[in-house]
């Protein structure tokens, strides 16, 4: 059915595969937070840390995994590092997460379902 959609396009494996990963590694709070401090400049893990309510070791061991998955690149100077975010793209990630969140209607998903009794209901 789709196929016979004239503009109809499908990512590849290899993109989904990817994308999935980056999501995954976004899905943490404190790696949220850690990004987001990013995308306003470069940081140290120290004020990482502070900036993100959570342990030094901790935000090294998030920064290393958002390392590897492109997400964030590092600057060594003498014996500190500096962190940055990769690029825009991150920017835009975030930004568009963190506005589906202001826009998720939770009276929708607070709402008993219509065939649910009330909890204080009597019998």
Not at 19 to 30: G, I, K, M, N, V
Not at 60 to 65: F, T, W, Y
């Amino acid at each position: 059915m789709h196929t016979s959609l004239p503009d109809f396009d499908m990512p590849n494996e290899e993109q989904v595969h990817l994308a999935a990963e980056s999501f995954r590694l976004l899905s943490d709070p404190t790696r949220i937070k850690i990004l987001w401090a990013l995308l306003q400049g470069e940081s140290s893990v120290a004020c990482l840390a502070e900036l993100a309510n959570a342990a030094p070791t901790a935000v090294s061991q998030h920064l290393a995994k958002l390392r590897l998955a492109g997400l964030v690149k590092g600057r060594r100077e003498g014996t500190f590092v500096y962190y940055r975010a990769a690029d825009e793209h991150v920017r835009r990630l975030l930004t568009e997460g963190l506005f589906h969140a202001d826009h998720i209607d939770r009276a929708d998903q607070a709402a008993p379902s219509p065939a649910a009794p009330s909890p204080h209901a009597v019998s």
